[in-house]
């Protein structure tokens, strides 16, 4: 378990990302594995919200499906500094690998995908964590010298 992304509930916020069509047989089981997944074992509430596609041809919102974060998720965390997220996503990792991977997978999508999206919070999370990882690496050459 670790620091994961999650979207907590605020009516004027707004969120940037990707939204997945699925169709067909896709839905059932896609339902049933996110609902299993996020629902269920997460602690996250679901919800029906706008989004807005970045295409030009996208006349009108879509419906999507996201998931909010509960603070009565017992695996919940709660607010912290940027250093305190960074220094629990640097030990942390989960059935798909790292945290610190994850974050900086997120941090590059979110520049190169949404570069007008503004999300300070994410890249300061990025940058301490990017000030703590070379702390953390040694080396018996390192050793040796000290």
Not at 29 to 45: H, I, K, P, Q, T
Not at 52 to 66: C, G, T, Y
Not at 91 to 102: D, F, K, Q, R, T
Request: aromatic residues 10%; charged residues 25%.
């Amino acid at each position: 378990p670790g620091r994961v992304v999650t979207l907590l509930e605020d009516c004027g916020a707004c969120t940037w990302g990707v939204a997945y069509e699925v169709r067909g047989e896709q839905i059932a089981a896609s339902l049933e594995y996110l609902n299993m997944r996020e629902a269920v074992l997460g602690g996250y509430d679901t919800k029906l919200v706008k989004f807005h596609p970045q295409e030009k041809d996208a006349e009108e919102p879509i419906l999507a499906l996201v998931y909010i974060a509960t603070p009565q998720n017992p695996s919940y965390l709660g607010p912290a500094s940027e250093e305190d997220i960074a220094a629990q996503i640097i030990v942390s990792s989960g059935c798909a690998g790292h945290n610190i991977e994850y974050l900086l997978r997120l941090a590059d999508f979110m520049r190169f995908f949404c570069p007008q999206a503004e999300d300070k919070h994410l890249f300061s999370i990025e940058e301490a964590l990017i000030s703590i990882l070379p702390c953390l690496y040694y080396s018996e050459e390192s050793l040796e010298e000290t």
